[in-house]
């Protein structure tokens, strides 16, 4: 869990759709408002499908989409909002500001954010960086706090990596 320079950081390999499910579900367990995470991988690595494990676990019933073409999608859970952005399809990163984005990092909502080096500069700093690779036809998983709330988010709820 923490690394030779400190770092908390856990890895995963995901055999397949129903362990990505069942990753996102585990991270839904320490979830708190303010926390603020980057989803990093390329096309289908599995971002979309993490975070649908995660709502669903939060107890969200609907639809979980991809917000390629909306740039957002807003969660109102029991606890929490949940906003899910993806920024795939931004050209400026002050493509951040001029959506209306600026105050996310209120502390009342939790954030996940694909695709953030697309609005470099004017995003939140992350909690957590979460990296998804494609292995064959499985997924490997690298979580990496990057603040010490993460820190600590991650020792919760990461005790199976």
């Not at 690595?45 to 993490?50: R, V």
């Amino acid at each position: 869990m923490h690394t030779a320079d400190d770092t908390v950081r856990c890895r995963c390999h995901l055999a397949d759709e129903a362990a990505t499910l069942a990753f996102g579900a585990q991270l839904a367990q320490a979830l708190t408002p303010g926390l603020t995470f980057y989803l990093e991988g390329d096309l289908g690595a599995g971002k979309t499908t993490l975070v649908r494990g995660l709502l669903r676990a939060l107890g969200h019933g609907g639809r979980v989409k991809s917000p390629t073409y909306t740039l957002a999608e807003i969660y109102s859970l029991p606890a929490f909002e949940l906003y899910h952005f993806d920024l795939y399809r931004m050209h400026d990163p002050r493509e951040w500001l001029d959506a209306g984005f600026r105050d996310v990092s209120d502390g009342q909502a939790v954030s996940l954010i694909e695709w953030p080096e697309k609005a470099a500069g004017w995003l939140p700093p992350p909690d957590v960086i979460i990296r998804l690779t494609i292995a064959d036809d499985a997924r490997e998983i690298e979580c990496e706090a990057t603040s010490p709330r993460g820190a600590e988010y991650l020792e919760t709820c990461c005790t199976s990596c």
